[in-house]
Structures are given as structure tokens and as C-alpha cells.
């Protein structure tokens, strides 16, 4: 009995020893690894930022333009007068003391016009996008005028200018109104029409919440006409040359500016709320193709020497256009046209805002009509001045086509609507 219980124990042992080799140990789980943060991109790959699908599709918009130009300048005095007392050899002619100039430079009345503007941008992301945009400022015109009924005391009324000699010049006045002889005078209307379009494509560079930062490259174009129309009449009032003689004048002054140029620019804009902020500055660069225009007629029934009538004569020719500079001229300057846009303005619905703002712009070369004039004048071809002339040209050929240039701006106010899809 005894070997039996011994060999049992030995069998509980040996199951024991081997009941603990096959039990698992505790496992600790280890810490995942940690991943290493990816680098940050250079500079360069981060300019351009994800735009958010808030940018719209396609925005329209139109404005009611209140912009005022640039005033019209006068390279001469068409125009001038002197007191009927005058001491002077030849009154109301260049340099005397007592010469007063009658006509100045045009002034421009506030412009009304419009703006239509449309942006289409594209793919989900509307990154870029095409806009096109046209403004028109209507005409505005700009008058001034001097007669006299000729009675003794009125004073005189001239066209000054030099006339050209084979000698030289010297300062001479052809005469409109002369105290007690002459009633007349002449009156100056200047017009000016601006308007302009262009097409850029749109790069958005950086989108930021409400803010965004938007590049632009195009082609611009702007239209300036301008118009200068001098007219002059003289009657002789009690037959000191013949009963019913007189003279009238035309002089026609026209500049046609095209301005073709590329175009870049940066767009900013930035929103509280309802109410938003937007910023454009663009410059182009191109060409200024400048024409100019001159025309002029005189209608008299007055002969040569105004000493005899003729029959009613319309001839080539007014007092500052006469047939040596009368015609039709072109040329090309190049030019800058830098412009900056300021609007602020409220959403009022999700699709619709309304704003004001002002607008600056700018061309550094442009043709205007009144610094056309060349008041040089050779007077024996000179109508108003001899009466119907016979024969050829005495003299230099003058007045001249002269070119001249200068700047133009426009500014004012806008008041639009605009649309968001």
C-alpha cells in the first residue's frame, strides 16, 4: 500500500512542474510608435492656399459712374478784348497792357455713366476666372462766348495772334467787334466722351476666411474724343466798308485717343459680417495712338481788301484752321494708364450687395484738341483778316500742324449692385 500512495505523489509532482511550464507568462503590451510629422512644405509650394467653394461662380455687376476729368487746356487766347479807350496801336493785340483774354481753359461739368463688370471663375476649387468689364462716362460739354452790339463805348473784341512774314512775326489782332463801327464776337465749345473695356484673367493666390488676395493680367482699352469748335461772326453796322458786309467763321479742332496696352494687377478683399472691403490697383502698359483732325470755313460776301462785295463765297479756311495746317493727322506715343478701385459696401442677401466706392485713373499721353492750335498766322491768305483772297501764299506756311501732348485723369465716385451665383 505504502509503494502505491508514494508512486501517486510522485505523479502529482511531476504534473504540477509540468501544469507550470505550459502556463503564459503576463504580457506588457508595448507603446505604439510614434510617427515622425511630415516636414513643412517650402515656401514656394505654400503660396497658394485651398480656396474655399464660398468663392461664387459667376458675379455681375453694374454702377452708376459721378466722375469729373481733367479740364480742357488752350495752347492760345482765341479770344480777347480791349476797352473802347484803348491807347494801344493795334488793340486787344498779344503783349499790350491792356489785352484781356476772353476765353479759357474748358472746365468739365460732374460726368455721368456706367460700369458692367462680369467674372466667371472657374473648376470646384475656382481658383482662377475671367473677367470682362466696359465704362462709358457720357459726353460733357463745356461753352463760353463774347459779343458786342459795336455801340461807341463797347469795347473791342479780336482774335489775336502773330503774323507770320518773311520777315518775321509780330502781334496783330483780326477784329470782331469794333467800337462804333463792328458788332460781333466769337464763342468756344469744347466736348469730351471717355469710355474704356478690358479683359484679365484672375488668379486667386491666397484665400483666408472672408479675406482673399487675387492677381490679374490683361488687356486694356480706352477711348478719349474730344471735340474744340471756335466760332466768330462781323457785321459792319453803319456801311464803313459796304451795307450788310460781313464775315463768319468756323474752326474745327478734333483729338481721337485709342489707348491698347497689357495690363497686371493685384485685387484685395476682406468682409466683417455683411459689410465688405475691396481694393484694386492695376497698371498697363501700351500705345497712345493719337489723331487729330483740323478743319475750318469762312462764309463772307466780303472781296479782297474788303473793299467791294461779292456774292455769298464759303471758302476753305476759319481764323486758327486755314488750308496750310487743315487735314487729318496720326501718330503713336507710348503711354501708362495705372488705375486704383476702392469699394466698400453691405451684403444684403446671400446673393446680393450693394456698395460705393472711387476710382482714380490715369494716361500719361493723350492729344487734346485745344493745344492743336498754332496762333501764328500768316495773314495774306487769311480771310476773315484780307476778305477773299486771290493768288497763292505770301510767305511761310503758317499756321502749322502742331502735335502736342499731355496727361489726362479722371476720378469720382460709383454706386452699385452686385451679383453672386
Partial sequence: M???????????????????????????????????????????????????????RLTLQGEYLMWWSKNGPLSASLLAGAPSTSTAFIPGAPGNPDTLPLLSTSTFNVQSGLRLTGTWNFGDERRFGLEGSYFLLGDAT????????????????????????????SPVANYLGTPGFDAGGGSLMMSTR????????????????????????????????????LTTSQNDLNGSFFPGQYVKTIDE???????????????????????????????????SNQQVSIDGVTTTN??????????????PGGIYA???????????????????????????????????????LYISSVA?????????INPTY?????????????????????????DFWAQGVNFGMRYDW
Fill in 2 to 56: 505504502r509503494p502505491y500512495l508514494a508512486g501517486m505523489a510522485v505523479l502529482l509532482v511531476v504534473s504540477g512542474v509540468a501544469s507550470a511550464q505550459t502556463t503564459q507568462p503576463n504580457v506588457v503590451p508595448l507603446a505604439p510608435a510614434q510617427v515622425p510629422p511630415e516636414p513643412p512644405l517650402p515656401v514656394a509650394l505654400n503660396l497658394i492656399e485651398q480656396v474655399t467653394p464660398t468663392v461664387p
Fill in 142 to 169: 463745356d461753352e463760353q462766348s463774347a459779343f458786342v452790339d459795336g455801340s461807341p463805348t463797347a469795347p473791342f473784341i479780336v482774335n489775336p495772334f502773330l503774323a507770320a512774314t518773311p520777315l518775321g512775326t
Fill in 194 to 229: 471717355f469710355q474704356g473695356a478690358e479683359l484679365n484673367l484672375l488668379g486667386n493666390i491666397r484665400q483666408s476666411g472672408s479675406s482673399s488676395l487675387t492677381l490679374l493680367t490683361g488687356f486694356r482699352y480706352f477711348n478719349l474724343l474730344e471735340r474744340l469748335s
Fill in 253 to 287: 479742332f478734333r483729338a481721337n485717343n485709342n489707348f491698347y496696352g497689357g495690363q497686371v494687377g493685384a485685387r484685395f478683399t476682406t468682409g466683417r459680417g455683411i459689410f465688405f472691403l475691396s481694393a484694386t490697383g492695376k497698371v498697363a502698359l501700351g500705345v
Fill in 302 to 315: 466780303t472781296g479782297p481788301g474788303f473793299a467791294s462785295p461779292i456774292p455769298v463765297t464759303t471758302v
Fill in 322 to 360: 486755314q488750308p496750310t495746317n487743315i487735314g487729318h493727322y496720326t501718330r503713336d506715343r507710348f503711354a501708362v494708364a495705372p488705375e486704383v478701385t476702392v469699394q466698400v459696401g453691405v451684403n444684403l442677401t446671400k446673393h446680393l450687395s450693394t456698395f460705393v466706392g472711387y476710382n482714380f
Fill in 368 to 376: 487734346r484738341p485745344g493745344q492743336q492750335i498754332d496762333a501764328t
Fill in 382 to 406: 487769311f480771310t476773315s483778316f484780307t476778305g477773299v483772297p486771290t493768288g497763292p501764299l505770301v510767305g511761310p506756311a503758317r499756321p502749322a500742324q502742331v502735335y502736342n501732348s499731355t
